[in-house]
Every structure is written in structure tokens, then in C-alpha cells.
């Protein structure tokens, strides 16, 4: 039977000084000991203990809860006797919850007639696919096995993430299980695109090694925590050039909770095309009986703050709607005719 493996899609994308301290420091002549106390750059400060874990920590605690996933595609009917037409599909997964549930990429699992999970243990298991989100090409799954074999890996805060943090990715590249590789994130708040070509908003960019296989895989902090699933490379070559990307642990959690409890994933809405201003977001136009309509704004406006969170281009809007539910209720910051005002916007769903 013919095997293709997953790869992270190619996609191309658009595109010191610390306050003063004071340390002791313990001198020895010949008439005793004595402590003097210095200035030091808070910087230059070496801390004894250190809270993050080393590359190997992480692939020993963490490894476990990773696993490999075999999506089968249904068979095409063929004109060839003993030709099922049926192709395989590998991809990478973890664990989310101790109740088996398993997140992975939409595009490991789109078209699949049946899904296995292959555990770092050697065993497998059949998965059922819990729920879908093409939109932000994530999808969760579900194992029905016994608690002991489940190793939930801790999610982070995306938001937290800070280019240059190093990062850990594990995963299943070209078929080879519990591949671990490093490096750091290279640039935040990138934009990608789904493979139905919805944008991705404020996506990690990093250089730890991602090839074919390692799509849906975590992509740790170095506090153990997931902040990303790795998900796309850009790549001439269609290997590893060092441009990989993953969807924010922040938009995962948002997302794998409405699957998990609804099959399905609604995002927040507001109703306006944007274009980058002098300040801000231009409106330049309002879809009649958006959210953005109901509420008041305007073509013209220019959002500069959409609660607390400065908006001063149009990724950035996108990003912090993507954050919210639909029907939340958000304060928009406009410019107006010279004026600023402040347009509370109940959001819809799309």
C-alpha cells in the first residue's frame, strides 16, 4: 500500500541595560574574613539555580506524551485487481488531557478513514477524530486507553514567549519517532495560512529543526510547558532550512476546548476590512449586520486599542479578535473626525 508522509506545509510568509544590584562578596587575608558589598548590573547577575530545564530534561519527561499518527485515506475505486487505492499519512500528535484526548494538525487527519495512534512504547491504539478546525488547521482526537499509557504535556503561554527563549520540538520526522531537536524562537507574530488560506495569526518562528513527519508535534518552552504546534516550514528545498513555524499554544487551547466540547471550533467576528494606518487600523469598510455594524463603527475609523492592547496594524487587530470568544464584549478605541472615542462591540462568530 503506497505511504505518503506529512510534512509541514511550505508556505511563505509576508515577509541592555538592567537596573543596579548589590552582591557580597567574601574577601580572605591573613586578619580574617570580611564582606564587602558591590554594585552589579542586574544583567551580569548569575543566579545559582536555575529553574529551566535542559534539552535532554525535557525529552526524558516529555517524550511519553508525544506520539506518532498513521491516517489511512479511504479507498478509491480502482481499475487495477488488488489495487485498493488506499494511501497512509504520518504526522505527529500529543497528549492534551488524561482523558485520551490527542491534538494534532487538521492536515495530518483531512480525508482519513481511520487514525492510529502509535505510542512512544511501541503500542498503538485506534483513534477517533473528535473534532476539526481547518481554519486554524488543528484538529483533536481521541484514544480509549488505559490512564497509565497517557502523559498529558503541560500547556504555556504563547504570549509569554520572547524571540531568542530556546525551544524543544519532538516529533516524528520522516517516520522516526521521538526525533528531538532545538533551537530558538527566531521571531514572533508571524502571519501563516491554513491550508483552506485562512490567516494564521501570531505564529512562532523558529529554527529547531522541522521536516516531513513532524507536523502537529509540540514545540516546548524551556520550562517543560507547550507553546506551539509545529506546523509549517519555509523551505526551497522542501527540507529543513532552518524557517519552521508553529500555532500558538494560546489559539490551541482556544480551539482544542470548543472541539473537545462541541465537535467544532466558531471563531470571533467583527466585521470590518481593515488596512494599516498612520496610528492605527483604518476601517475601510463595514459588513452590513456585523458585530462592527451593530455597534457603530464606521468606514473611516481608526482603531487604536481594542481593550487594553494597542492595535497598530492590522495583523495585530486580527490577532487579539482571533484571542477572544464570540460574544465577548470589547471596547474599541477609535479615531474619528479628530476626536477618539470608545465603542463597545459585542463579538459575532464565523
Known amino acids: 500500500m503506497p ?30 574574613t570580611h564582606t564587602i558589598t558591590v554594585s552589579q548590573p542586574q544583567s551580569l547577575r548569575i543566579s545559582s539555580v536555575s529553574s529551566q530545564l535542559t534539552v535532554g530534561d525535557i525529552a526524558s ?34 497528549v492534551y488531557d488524561s482523558s485520551g484526548h490527542i491534538v494534532t494538525n487538521n492536515h495530518v487527519v483531512s480525508g482519513a478513514s481511520s487514525v492510529k ?8 491504539a485506534n483513534a477517533t477524530v473528535v473534532g476539526t478546525d481547518p481554519s486554524t488547521d488543528l484538529a483533536v482526537l481521541k484514544v ?41 524562537v527566531s521571531a514572533l ?10 490567516p ?8 529547531a529543526a522541522i521536516n516531513h513527519g513532524n507536523s502537529g508535534g509540540p514545540l516546548f518552552n524551556l520550562d517543560g510547558q507547550v507553546i506551539g504546534v509545529t506546523s509549517q516550514i519555509e523551505s526551497d528545498s522542501g527540507g529543513n532550512d532552518g524557517v519552521g513555524f508553529a500555532i500558538p499554544s494560546n489559539t490551541v487551547k482556544a480551539i482544542a476546548s470548543q472541539l473537545i466540547a462541541h465537535g467544532s471550533a466558531q471563531h470571533a467576528f467583527l466585521g470590518v476590512q481593515p488596512q494599516d494606518a498612520n496610528g492605527g487600523v483604518k476601517v475601510v469598510s463595514v459588513q452590513s449586520g456585523s458585530a462592527a455594524a451593530k ?13 487594553g492592547t494597542a492595535t497598530p496594524d492590522s495583523a495585530t487587530l486580527r490577532a487579539v479578535i482571533d484571542s477572544h470568544q464570540p460574544g465577548d464584549k470589547v471596547a474599541l478605541t477609535v479615531q474619528r473626525g479628530g476626536e477618539t472615542k470608545t465603542i463597545e462591540v459585542t463579538l459575532g462568530s464565523h
Open 295 to 307: 455597534a457603530g463603527v464606521q468606514q473611516g475609523d481608526v482603531i487604536t486599542h481594542v481593550g
Open 189 to 198: 507574530n508571524r502571519q501563516i495560512q491554513a491550508p483552506n488560506g485562512t
Open 61 to 94: 519527561r516529555y517524550t511519553k506524551g508525544v506520539v506518532e499518527i498513521v491516517a489511512t485515506e479511504a479507498a478509491s475505486s480502482s481499475p487495477f485487481p488488488g489495487n485498493s487505492g488506499s494511501s497512509q499519512a504520518e504526522g505527529t500528535g500529543w
Open 3 to 32: 505511504r505518503k508522509r506529512i510534512v509541514a506545509l511550505v508556505a511563505a510568509t509576508a515577509l541592555v541595560a538592567g537596573a543596579a544590584g548589590a552582591v557580597g562578596v567574601a574577601l580572605t587575608t591573613s586578619s580574617g
Open 144 to 184: 480509549n486507553v488505559d490512564a497509565s499509557k497517557l502523559t498529558p504535556l503541560p500547556l504555556g503561554d504563547s504570549s509569554a514567549a520572547r524571540v531568542g527563549d530556546g525551544v524543544v520540538a519532538i516529533g516524528s520526522p520522516f517516520g522516526l519517532e521521538g526525533t528531538v531537536t532545538s533551537g530558538i
Open 117 to 124: 495512534v502509535n505510542f512512544s512504547d511501541g503500542t498503538s
Open 200 to 207: 494564521i495569526e501570531g505564529s512562532i518562528q523558529t529554527d
